[in-house]
């Protein structure tokens, strides 16, 4: 495969992404006609996987995108904190899912497992499971790594989280000082090979907060596909959250600066 061909592969891979508190409906909506407009001018490149919104603009992106192969992502449960009552993130994640979202993703609970309460902490992302897997949306659990920051603790958090159920493993808000890493990665990866081996299941990758330029993202592939194979290289397994990504990605295969989202 060649540089090229990868390239467009991640394009495919990503969750584009806005989550400030200056979002609005019509910001939202101008970012759903930019994919548009953009895959009619460029129709040899796959569309995102998926726009990625607070939960309350689900439905803008629905009733806008090109097509249902553009997925609605939403965060949820107390984002980007985790802090709150159990019963609320539910509920959250209900609402989030009755706007529209076909993804959600939420945060593991650090107050929990920070202190050693694993068992709350998975407890927790397996009623938000429930909820999801009873609408049939995927569920994306935020490890928060930069706050983890130890191989041992970034494993542990990974193991806990697919056994409770996630979908897919995600290293970071984008909230905290320190977001992805390929250190972090790495051992996330490694961690999903690990419960494959174990359990015959796949959960997917998904690598965000400041992956922002080509090369970042050839070196998450790369990491990726030697971790875990070319099987685990597609959307259905592998991500990106973004918000800048898009413009490098695209201003690297067609080899001239491109400023389009």
Request: glycine share 6%; hydrophobic share 40%; net charge negative.
């Amino acid at each position: 495969m060649t540089k090229t061909e990868v390239l467009k592969k991640c394009f495919g891979f990503m969750d584009l992404t806005t989550l400030r508190p200056e979002d609005t409906v019509d910001g939202v909506k101008a970012l759903v006609d930019k994919v548009t407009e953009f895959h009619k001018m460029y129709p040899s490149y796959p569309l995102p996987a998926s726009i990625c919104v607070y939960p309350n603009f689900a439905h803008v992106v629905k009733e806008n995108r090109v097509s249902p192969e553009l997925h609605v992502t939403t965060v949820a449960g107390c984002f980007p904190s985790s802090q709150s009552f159990l019963e609320v993130k539910k509920i959250e994640v209900e609402m989030a899912i009755a706007d529209g979202a076909d993804e959600v993703d939420i945060v593991l609970a650090l107050n929990a497992f920070l202190a050693g309460d694993d068992k709350t902490a998975g407890e927790e992302i397996s009623e938000i499971k429930k909820i999801c897997e009873k609408h049939n949306v995927v569920l994306k659990v935020i490890l928060e790594t930069g706050i983890l920051k130890t191989d041992e603790l970034i494993h542990r958090a990974s193991m806990l989280a697919m056994e409770a159920g996630a979908d897919f493993i995600k290293t970071s808000t984008g909230k905290v000082s320190v977001n992805a890493t390929p250190e972090a990665a790495t051992v996330m990866c490694k961690a999903i090979k690990e419960y494959y081996e174990k359990t015959g299941r796949k959960v997917g990758f998904k690598a965000a907060g400041g992956v922002s330029n080509a090369d970042e993202a050839l070196q998450y592939y790369e990491i990726g596909q030697s971790i875990l194979g070319d099987e685990w290289m597609n959307k259905e397994l592998f991500r990106f959250g973004v918000s800048r990504l898009g413009n490098s990605l695209v201003s690297a295969i067609e080899n001239t600066e491109v400023k389009f989202f």
